[in-house]
């Protein structure tokens, strides 16, 4: 039964996001964005609040959505910027559904935390409506850019040079 009602969450959220439902925007730029703490593909947890004192790129995606596949090696180059600017990456999957396929394309899993929002809370936090989305946040925590869809790496790039001077 638990795990019925897990996949009608999960469906539910994945319904709403490809046909953008939800009417809630999530925290718009210049305020502060909501706390989580999520688990991750390797076990471990990963906390919003562990960041503080540094950019981070928050990007959601869904394993269910080819588009991940397309979008891992944009952010591995985009993680190669960290130590210049300071930053991290948290791509967080709306679903953990096809967890498996993720793990056979990514043996050696990504170089940032790949979080699972089982249930879709933080999404339905943030306000995401569609895959991707990708925000930038910067060292206090406040959401400073926003793009549905992956928006390439020079836009997220220009925003963290931006944000990431205090």
Known sequence: ???TASRIRA??????????????AGPPVGRQAPDFAL?????????????????VVLNFWAFW??????????????????RELGFE????SVDGARLHTY????????????????????????GVTKVPTVLVLDAQGRVRYRASGYPGNQ?????LRRWASP
């Open 1 to 3: 039964m638990c795990a």
């Open 11 to 24: 469906l539910a959220l994945a319904a709403a996001l490809c046909v953008g439902a939800a009417a809630w």
């Open 39 to 55: 688990p991750t593909v390797e076990g471990s947890t990963v906390r919003l609040a562990d960041l503080r004192g540094r950019p």
């Open 65 to 82: 959505c080819d588009t991940w596949k397309a979008e891992m090696p944009h952010l591995r180059r985009l993680a190669e910027h960290r």
């Open 89 to 92: 990456i948290i791509a967080v």
């Open 103 to 126: 793990k056979a394309r990514e043996p050696g899993g990504a170089p940032f935390p790949v979080a699972l929002d089982h249930g879709g809370a933080v999404s339905r936090a943030y």
């Open 155 to 159: 836009p997220i790039l220009t925003a």
